[in-house]
């Protein structure tokens, strides 16, 4: 089954997907396998976090340090672009979580984040259950 899930995001915000792709999972009638989150943004990104307080704040705070949005850059269109499309190659543009009786092994305190780099924006990710075979 494929789907995909489109939400507004925030200004170099973080947006919480882990019950859209939990949901997704259990419409799809996966029970053992794996899915996969795809991310076809180039100023975004898709990863497993800590879902502990304070953490994207300072997952992002440290990307801006390391990637600060100037005019540095050899392809600028904008600072924040720039910046934006470094972000999002270091960081990935896909995950895949396994399904096990129906469940997200995300494991305790993570949770599927969606990095916006640029925004507030429109977005999306695409979703794909994939069943093991066995």
């Given at each position: 089954m494929y789907s995909t899930y489109r939400f507004n995001?925030?200004?170099n915000g973080v947006t919480d997907i882990t019950e859209p792709v939990r949901e997704f999972v259990k419409q799809s009638g996966l029970k053992n396998g794996f899915v996969i989150v795809h991310d076809p943004h180039t100023t975004a990104s898709v990863g497993?976090?800590?879902s502990e307080k304070g953490f994207n704040e300072d997952f992002?705070?440290?990307?801006d340090?390391?990637?600060p949005a100037t005019n540095a850059y050899?392809?600028?269109e904008t600072p924040f672009d720039a910046a934006g499309h470094v972000k999002t190659a270091i960081v990935g543009c896909n995950i895949s979580v396994i399904v096990k009786d129906?469940?997200?092994l995300?494991?305790?305190g993570k949770s599927i984040l969606f990095y916006e780099f640029d925004?507030?924006?429109m977005r999306k990710v695409q979703l794909k259950a994939v069943a093991a075979v066995h």
């Open positions: 995001t925030t200004y497993v976090g800590s992002m705070l440290e990307l340090k390391m990637f050899h392809h600028v129906g469940e997200l995300l494991g305790e925004g507030p924006r």
